[in-house]
Nanobody, 124 residues
Framework: QVQLVESGGGSVQGGGSLRLSCVASRSTISMRCMGWFRQVPGKEREGVATIDSIGRTTYADSVKGRFTISKVNAKNTLYLQMNSLRPEDTAMYYC??????????????????WGQGTQVIVSS
């Protein structure tokens, strides 16, 4: 089991930047997948960016070139650097992790652990 705690959300104007952090309660080295997902009320959750245990990253098309996911295993921390933010990036952002299963990290399953979420609001 693992607890995930996100931070770093907030309100920014379009074009601005935020960095989200997710601290895990145990070592992230053994996690096959870690990632960021987001959800807007009334819409399905979508994958934003993921990183697997060998460092391969995947991004949603809508954030490529603007967001960067990274992980510091020594700190048990996952990051999401978000630049050139747009109003459509407004959402609750969730950190997620799992220890095994599919290598398709953008497809969470019942083995995924989730944080409580951090709200990002981007104004135009």
């Amino acid at each position: 089991q693992v607890q995930l705690v996100e931070s770093g959300g907030g309100s920014v104007q379009g074009g601005g930047s935020l960095r989200l952090s997710c601290v895990a309660s145990r070592s992230t080295i053994s996690m096959r997948c870690m990632g960021w997902f987001r959800q807007v009320p009334g819409k399905e959750r979508e994958g934003v960016a993921t990183i697997d245990s060998i460092g391969r990253t995947t991004y949603a098309d809508s954030v490529k070139g603007r967001f960067t996911i990274s992980k510091v295993n020594a700190k048990n921390t996952l990051y999401l650097q978000m630049n050139s933010l747009r109003p459509e990036d407004t959402a609750m952002y969730y950190c997620s992790a799992r220890f095994g299963g599919s290598w398709n990290c953008m497809a969470p399953d019942s083995n995924n652990y989730w944080g409580q979420g951090t709200q990002v609001i981007v104004s135009s």
